[in-house]
């Protein structure tokens, strides 16, 4: 994609896609492509407010297109501003795509460092919310408690606000490259396994008591109660009740995260 001074139709236009980040990027695509007035995003075959008086279109994802944009967006911001976009898409906040989309327009306008011009909404917007989901990552990365299975599985549930899950492959694989491992995302019903080699994205088929780590809970290794054990009576030894900050201890580990946390239970 080319920088532009592109005149838009005045006519609004409500896209729908697919809900993946190559299904965002080929929106794009199309929009500069067809020069569309886009009033906002849906994602197909999901409930969505839109502009009433907007045209809708669905946009059929073509990895291709998704990447001519990309490849456009790493020659006129750095890369660590491209990856901002992709943390604000998996932040699924409510209209953050058409964020998205505004940002991208203003990157291709042609403004010298554009991703530095702070004053525009957008471009902030952008900064604040891809902040907020690389520290969501980096606690996920912290709280992440393994249990151990009968098989030598390694599994984690997780239900971080945001998602994280995309982001957590390097780290993990990474620091646990001799385990077979699973983390799995209970809220939104998908996750990472690694199986030493390669980490992919799985999705599984829970008992009636959907996602709950007492659904799989009949399945730990002989050994994993003899571990939490000692993890939980590491965590009371350590503690020095003097020095106990409770407002400080939930900065750093909020409630909402306490009952994945083994040494919380």
Same mark, same amino acid.
């Given at each position: 994609m080319q920088g532009s001074n592109i005149i838009f139709s005045?006519?609004?236009?409500?896209?729908?896609?697919?809900g993946t980040w190559y299904g965002l990027l080929t929106a794009v695509f199309d929009a500069y492509a067809k020069k569309w007035n886009v009033s906002g995003f849906s994602v197909i075959d999901k409930e969505s407010q839109s502009d009433?008086?907007?045209?809708?279109?669905v946009v059929i994802t073509d990895e291709t297109k998704a990447q001519r944009v990309w490849l456009g967006l790493k020659k006129k911001v750095p890369k660590d501003n491209? *990856? @901002?976009?992709?943390?604000?898409?998996?932040?699924? *906040? @409510?209209g953050i795509e058409l964020t998205i989309f505004s940002c991208i327009k203003?990157?291709?306008s042609g403004f010298e460092s554009p991703q530095l011009a702070y004053g525009n909404a957008d471009v902030l917007k952008i900064n604040q919310t891809s902040k907020m989901v690389h520290r969501e990552k980096h606690r996920m990365e912290a709280f992440v408690r393994f249990q151990r299975t009968s098989d030598d599985l390694y599994y984690a549930g997780i239900e971080p606000d945001f998602n994280v899950i995309p982001l957590l492959s390097e780290h993990f694989a990474g620091r646990y490259a001799d385990q077979t491992w699973l983390i799995y995302d209970l809220k939104r019903k998908y996750g990472i396994y690694f199986d030493q080699q390669k980490v992919e994205e799985?999705?599984?088929?829970?008992?009636n008591e959907s996602g709950s780590q007492t659904s799989v809970k009949d399945v730990f290794h002989d050994s994993e109660t003899l571990y939490q054990e000692l993890w939980k009576n590491y965590f009371k030894n350590v503690n020095?009740?003097?020095?106990?900050?409770?407002?400080?201890?939930?900065?750093?580990?909020?409630?909402r995260y306490w009952k994945h946390l083994i040494e919380k239970k």
């Open positions: 005045d006519k609004p236009v409500n896209v729908s896609y697919d009433f008086f907007a045209e809708k279109v491209c *990856i @901002q976009l992709y943390r604000c898409y998996l932040s699924e *906040i @409510q203003f990157y291709f799985i999705t599984l088929n829970f008992s020095i009740p003097s020095r106990r900050n409770i407002k400080l201890h939930l900065q750093h580990v909020p409630k």
